[in-house]
C-alpha cells in the first residue's frame, strides 16, 4: 500500500496545477480568448433561445452563417429560466423568447438595448396524438373519448403555449370536462416527448415541433386562443450590438421569415 | 514530586482529593467509576477540572486560580491510557520514537535503548495489531517513558492480560520504578496486583479519597467502612466498647464480650463508644483439637460450620457460633476463609462443630458513624 | 462528435472537488472534534444542498453571485465573473457535492479514535502534527472515498450548474448539460453516448468506493 499521505498530496497538487492552469485562461473551449464576454472584435454571436425554437434556430443560424460567416453560438433553454439568467448577467448578445411578455419584463427591468424589442413570429397551436395511439383525432372534442387517458399541455403557469392550449379548451367549452386527464409538461418540448414516447395519448403542442415530423397533426384555429406572439430583444450586455442589430434583421428578413414559416411559425401582425 | 488538587461537579457526580506524591508507586485504587481515570486525565492535561491545582517538580502545570493550564505537550508526562492507544498505522519503532526530536541517530540510539529495556528488540519493525497484549503494554510503556517524563501515568494497565503475563508485566514496572526514580501514578481495581506493587495505596471512592497509607496499613487498617468493604473485610461487626484494662480492649458484640488491642494511632476510643470491628475472614482460625491454643491470648468461640462457598483457591465458611451470638439478627455469625489443604486435612466437610479463634490483634476497630 | 463536454466536465469536476476537499476537511474536521454554539446549525447549513431542488439552489446561488450582487460586481470588476463561466460551473458542482464530503470527512475523524490523538499531545507534538501524523493517516480512506462520491456528484450536477453556468455550448455546457440538450434536441444518438459514458464512470467510481470500503475493514 503507498503511502497514504503521497496519494492525498498528487490528487491535492494535480488539482492546484489545475486551477492554476485554469485561471490563465488557457482553458479548452474558450477558443483561446480571455474568459469574459468580450472578444468584440471577433465575429461571433451569443444567442439565447427558446426551447422550441431548435429546429428553426438551426436552419436560421446555418443560413445565416453561410450569408456572413459569423459564428452564431445558440444556447437553448426555457423562457423562464433564461429570463431569470440574463436578468443576473448572463453574456447573452440577443434573446428569441417563445413569448412576449417575457421581453417585456426583460425591457421593464432594463435589461434591453431600447428600440431593438419586437415580434418576430407567432407560434401555432397543433393538436397531435401518440403513435401508439389507434385512432385518428380530428378536433378538439375528439379528446372527450374515453380511449384518451392522459393528454399533455405545457404548464399553462409559465409556458406560452401551455397557456393557449387552456385557452383553447376553455373556449372550447372542453377545459373542466377534461381537467382529470390532462398532464402538464414542463416545457412545450417536454410536453411533445411525452406524447411522442406515449406517456400521453394526445397532446397540445407547438406547430414547429410536429411540422417537419411525419406525426399527423390538426392545426387549431387561431379564434379559440390569444395569439402566441413571440418576441426578440436585443440585450442591453452585448458588446457586438451591430452584429446583434444585424442577425434581428435577418430574422425578420423576407429569407428569414421564409425560413421560420417552414418550420411552423407565421409572421408576427402588429 | 507531584501535588494534586482537584475539584470538579457533574451532576450526579463529584470530584474532589488532594494528594502529594513523591517518587513512589502509588496506586490509585477503588471501583469503576470513582474518579481514577479522570484523576490521571488532569495530571495529563487532558482534563480542565473546574478547581485545581497541579504542580510537577516545582512547576506549576495547572492552576485554576491563576488560570495557568498548560496544554498536554508542555507537562512532560507520561501516560499510557487503558487500551494502550498505540498508534495502529506506525511500526513500533516508529510508535516509541513518536515523541522524540533531534538527529536521527540519536533517536535510533534512544528507541532501541528503550525496546531492549522492555524486551521487545526484535520487533522494531511490527504493526501493534501483529502483537500480543503484554507486548502492545510493553511498547506503550516504552513510548511513554522514551520521552523522559517526570511522572508516568498508567491507566489499568494490566487490566486485559492473563496471568503469567500480568505478573511478569508487574516486574518490569516495579523494577522501572526503581531505576527511573519518578512518580508513578497506576490505577487498577484488583486488590492483590494493588497490595503488590504499591509504596502507597490511594483509595477513591464515588470521588473521594478514603485512605492513603502503605498497603499493609490499608488492608488491615482501613480507616472507613467503605475502605474495609473495598479492601475485602468480609467481617463488620457492629459492637461496643466496654472497658480498658491491662489485657485490652474489652468489646460487646452482638450478645458477646471479645477482646480487642488498642490502635496506639489513633486517641483512645471511651466506654460506650459505639465501633466496627474489622476482621478479616483469613485472620480467624480453626483450632485443631489437639493443639489447643491459649485462651488468654485468643479470643475462643464455640460453634458450627452452617455454609461455605467454593472458590477453588479457596473455601470461604460460613460460621454460627452456639450459646451467645455475635450477630443474632442473622444465620451465621463470622465469615472464615480456609486454604484448601486445610478444609481437607481436618474434614471440614465431615466435621462441622469447631473451635475458632481470633487474635484481639487481628480485630481493627472503626469508630461507628465515621461511614 | 464534439468532445467540450467531457473536457469541461473533468476539469470542473476535478477542481470543485479539490476546493471541496479543503472545506471538507475543515469543516469536517470542525464538526467532529470541536463542540461550540451554532455546531449543528453548521452541519445543517452544510448538508442544505442536498436537500434543495437543484433549480432552487441554482436559483440562490444565481442571486448570491450574480451581476445583481455586490458578490459578483466585485469579481466582475476583477475581471473574473463566475457566473456563466466555467468558474460558475465550479461554483454550482462544488456547492451541490460539498454535503457528500463534508459527511465523509466528518465520519472519517469521527472514526479516529481520539485518545490516539491525546496521546500524541502527551508525548509533546503540537496540533497540527497531530492532524498531520495521527487524525489524517487514519482518516485518509474515507476521506478519499468520499473525494470520489463528491467528484461524481460534481461531475453529474445539472440543475444547478444549468442556472448558474448557463447551457452555452462550447463554453459552459458540462457532460450533464449536453446530455440534456442532445435530449431536447431529438438528438438520442449523441444522448445515448453521452449517457452511457457518464453511465460507466458513475459505475467505475461506485466499484472504486466499495473497493475501497473493504481495504477499510482489512
Known amino acids: 500500500m503507498r503511502k497514504p499521505k503521497t496519494v492525498l498530496c498528487s490528487i491535492w497538487l494535480f488539482c492546484i496545477g489545475l486551477a492554476l492552469a485554469a485561471c490563465q485562461g488557457r482553458f479548452p473551449g474558450s477558443g483561446g480568448h480571455p474568459s469574459g464576454p468580450g472578444n468584440p472584435g471577433g465575429k461571433e454571436l451569443l444567442v439565447a433561445a427558446a426551447a422550441d425554437l431548435r429546429v428553426a434556430m438551426e436552419e436560421l443560424v446555418r443560413a445565416y452563417q453561410a450569408r456572413t460567416g459569423v459564428r452564431v453560438t445558440v444556447s437553448y433553454g426555457s423562457s423562464g429560466q433564461l429570463t431569470q439568467q440574463i436578468e443576473n448577467g448572463a453574456p447573452f448578445d440577443l434573446f428569441l423568447s417563445a413569448d412576449w411578455g417575457y421581453i417585456e419584463r426583460l425591457r421593464r427591468g432594463g435589461h434591453t438595448v431600447p428600440g431593438t424589442e419586437g415580434l418576430y413570429a407567432r407560434g401555432r397551436l397543433a393538436l397531435v396524438a401518440s403513435p401508439k395511439f389507434q385512432k385518428a383525432l ?8 374515453p380511449a384518451i387517458r392522459h393528454i399533455a399541455i405545457a404548464n399553462p403557469d409559465h409556458a406560452p403555449y401551455g397557456r393557449a392550449a387552456r385557452q383553447a379548451l376553455a373556449r372550447a367549452g372542453l377545459w373542466e370536462a377534461l381537467q382529470s386527464k390532462i398532464v402538464f409538461g414542463d416545457n412545450i418540448l417536454q410536453t411533445f416527448q411525452f406524447v411522442q414516447t406515449g406517456q ?62 417552414r418550420y411552423g411559425f407565421e409572421s408576427p401582425e402588429g | 514530586m507531584l501535588e494534586l488538587e482537584i475539584a470538579h461537579t457533574w451532576p450526579d457526580f463529584h470530584l474532589e482529593l488532594q494528594l502529594t506524591i513523591g517518587a513512589e508507586l502509588i496506586v490509585l485504587f477503588g471501583r469503576s467509576g470513582s474518579g481514577k481515570s479522570l484523576t490521571l486525565r488532569t495530571v495529563a492535561g487532558l482534563f480542565r477540572p473546574a478547581f485545581g491545582r497541579v504542580v510537577l517538580n516545582g512547576r506549576v502545570l495547572f492552576d485554576s486560580q491563576s488560570g495557568v493550564n498548560l496544554p498536554p505537550q508542555a507537562r512532560r508526562v507520561g501516560y499510557v491510557p487503558q487500551g494502550y492507544a498505540l498508534f495502529p498505522h ?3 519503532f516508529e510508535n516509541v520514537a513518536y515523541g522524540l526530536r533531534g538527529p536521527s541517530a540519536e533517536i535510533h540510539r534512544r528507541v532501541m535503548e528503550w525496546l531492549d529495556r522492555v524486551g521487545l528488540a526484535d520487533l522494531a519493525g511490527r504493526r501493534p495489531h501483529q502483537l500480543s497484549g503484554g ?52 490505577v487498577t481495581h484488583n486488590l492483590a496486583e494493588a497490595v503488590l506493587l504499591a509504596d502507597r495505596i490511594a483509595v477513591l471512592e464515588r470521588g473521594r479519597l478514603l485512605q492513603v497509607g502503605p498497603p499493609k496499613e490499608v488492608l488491615h487498617h482501613p480507616a472507613r467502612v467503605e475502605v474495609a468493604r473495598l479492601v475485602g473485610v468480609r ?17 460487646l458484640i452482638g ?49 458450627e460450620i452452617i455454609g461455605e462457598m467454593d472458590y477453588g483457591l479457596a473455601r470461604a465458611l460460613f460460621f454460627r457460633l452456639h450459646g451467645p451470638r455475635l450477630t443474632p439478627d442473622r444465620d451465621y455469625d463470622v465469615e472464615i476463609e480456609v486454604p484448601p489443604y486445610i478444609y481437607e486435612r481436618l474434614g471440614l466437610d465431615r466435621i462441622r462443630c469447631w473451635t475458632i479463634a481470633i487474635r484481639p490483634e487481628s480485630i481493627h476497630l472503626i469508630p461507628a458513624g465515621s461511614e | 462528435m464534439d468532445w467540450f463536454p467531457f473536457l469541461l466536465s473533468a476539469q470542473v469536476a476535478t477542481l470543485a472537488t479539490g476546493i471541496n476537499l479543503v472545506v471538507g476537511i475543515a469543516i469536517g474536521w470542525l464538526l467532529a472534534r470541536r463542540s461550540f454554539p451554532g455546531r449543528d446549525l453548521l452541519g445543517a447549513i452544510v448538508t442544505i444542498p442536498l436537500v434543495l431542488p437543484p433549480t432552487v439552489l441554482g ?49 472519517a475523524f469521527e472514526g479516529v479514535d481520539p485518545e490516539l490523538e ?34 461524481a456528484r460534481a461531475l453529474g450536477d445539472f440543475g444547478a450548474t444549468l442556472m448558474v453556468a448557463g447551457n452555452i455550448p462550447g463554453r459552459t455546457q458540462t457532460l450533464a448539460i449536453a446530455v440534456y440538450d442532445a435530449v431536447q434536441a431529438n438528438d438520442l444518438t449523441r444522448a445515448g453516448i453521452l449517457v452511457t459514458i457518464l453511465s460507466i464512470f458513475g459505475i467505475l467510481t461506485l466499484v472504486a468506493v466499495q473497493q475501497l470500503g473493504r481495504r477499510l475493514v482489512a
Do not use: K
Open chain 2, 135 to 186: 507486548q502492545q503494554q510493553r511498547v506503550a510503556l516504552a513510548r511513554a517513558l522514551a520521552i523522559q517524563p517526570d511522572v508516568l501515568l498508567l491507566d489499568e494497565p494490566l487490566s486485559a492480560l492473563d496471568a503469567p503475563t500480568r505478573s511478569e508485566l508487574q516486574t518490569l514496572i516495579r523494577n522501572l520504578q526503581r531505576q527511573l526514580n519518578i512518580p508513578i501514578l497506576f
Open chain 1, 138 to 145: 380530428r378536433s378538439l372534442s375528439d379528446l372527450q373519448d
Open chain 2, 235 to 251: 467481617n463488620l461487626l457492629r459492637g461496643q466498647v466496654r472497658g480498658l484494662d491491662p489485657e485490652g480492649l474489652r468489646l
Open chain 3, 59 to 107: 436559483y440562490c446561488l444565481l442571486i448570491a453571485l450574480g451581476r445583481a450582487s455586490p458578490i459578483g460586481q466585485a469579481l466582475e470588476a476583477l475581471g473574473v465573473p463566475l457566473v456563466f463561466t466555467w468558474r460558475g460551473a465550479v461554483v454550482a458542482a462544488a456547492v451541490s457535492s460539498l454535503p457528500l464530503m463534508v459527511q465523509s470527512c466528518r465520519a
Open chain 2, 255 to 303: 450478645e458477646r464480650e471479645l477482646r480487642a488491642r488498642p490502635n496506639p494511632l489513633v486517641p483512645p476510643l471511651p466506654a460506650g463508644a459505639e465501633v466496627l470491628a474489622c476482621i478479616r475472614a483469613e485472620h480467624i482460625a480453626i483450632v485443631r483439637p489437639d493443639r489447643p491454643l491459649p485462651p488468654e491470648r485468643e479470643n475462643l468461640l464455640e460453634g
Open chain 1, 200 to 261: 400521453a395519448d394526445a397532446g397540445l403542442v407547438a406547430l414547429a415541433l410536429v411540422i417537419t415530423g411525419d406525426m399527423p397533426y390538426v392545426l387549431i384555429p387561431q379564434e379559440l386562443h390569444r395569439p402566441i406572439d413571440q418576441g426578440l430583444a436585443v440585450l442591453r450586455r452585448t458588446q457586438r450590438e451591430s452584429l446583434a442589430r444585424d442577425f434581428v434583421a435577418f430574422v425578420l428578413s423576407a429569407e428569414g421569415q421564409e425560413i421560420l414559416r
Open chain 2, 90 to 92: 506506525l511500526t513500533v
Open chain 3, 118 to 151: 491525546q496521546v500524541a499531545r502527551t508525548l509533546g507534538r503540537s496540533e497540527w502534527e497531530v492532524f498531520r501524523t495521527i487524525t489524517l493517516p487514519l482518516a485518509w480512506r474515507v476521506i478519499l472515498a468520499g473525494m470520489i462520491l463528491s467528484f
